[in-house]
């Protein structure tokens, strides 16, 4: 383990937990929250009273405590355990195919996909469970995807500093399969390349054919 607090780390270990502090002052009881759910049992037209109800606001209230668990986690956290001993190890690793279940922040359904997460590591490594749990967090949360993807990306670029990193995610958004225009079958594909990821036309080519997407993005 080593400390790897530069000071572009800090500045954003700060910012994220002013952020998650002011989030929480503001934050309202179980009670108030699972009011807040029978009126929106009301608000759909139901009683919140009759039998098959009674429980929903709990349950309600449950499932977003596990929905939106990321905002009680630090990513830049999860990645300050790296390994340095890596035998020179200087090509590129990749994590395909990482499943993740977020919510869209503008209606509160899901959106569910996969991440590719691919870094040319400079020295240090980190272990796989760790940037796959770094999806997870960001995806707990209410989240755009375009967001979602910059942010796995920077927060992996500026904690372990590698010389590069690239994140695509592909995912279907409810909102669109089940409201509003209704088109399912349809994926939306993001992408945040970084350092030779950006730079080198060569490292991004090897990237997305490591992820099966020859050519598609970037
Ligand atoms: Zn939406």
């Not at 139901?46 to 990321?70: I, S, W």
Request: glycine residues 8%; contains cysteine.
């Amino acid at each position: 383990m080593n400390d790897i607090m530069g000071a572009g780390v800090s500045d954003l270990t700060e910012n994220l937990a002013r952020e998650r502090t002011e989030a929480v002052a503001r934050r309202p009881s179980r009670k108030e929250a699972e009011e807040a759910v029978r009126t929106l049992i009301r608000w759909a037209g139901d009683d919140p009273d009759r039998e098959g109800l009674l429980g929903t606001p709990d349950r309600v209230v449950r499932a977003y405590e596990e929905f939106f668990a990321g905002y009680t986690s630090d990513p830049v956290e999860l990645l300050q355990r790296t390994f340095e001993e890596t035998d020179g190890y200087d090509e590129m690793v990749v994590l395909r195919d990482i499943r993740f279940e977020s919510h869209c922040e503008h209606h509160v359904v899901p959106i569910i996909g996969v991440v590719h997460v691919g870094y040319l590591p400079k020295r240090r490594v980190v272990g796989i469970s760790k940037l796959a749990r770094v999806v997870e967090v960001y995806a707990r949360r209410l989240q755009i995807q375009e967001k979602m993807t910059a942010q796995i990306a920077n927060t992996i670029n500026e904690v372990m500093q590698p010389h590069g990193v690239g994140v695509v995610v592909e995912a279907a958004h409810q909102c669109m399969t089940t409201r509003g225009v209704h088109k399912p079958g349809v994926d939306m594909v993001t992408s945040r390349m970084l350092g030779e990821f950006r730079d080198n036309p060569t490292t991004r080519r090897e990237f997305l054919s490591m992820i099966g997407r020859p050519g598609h993005v970037g």
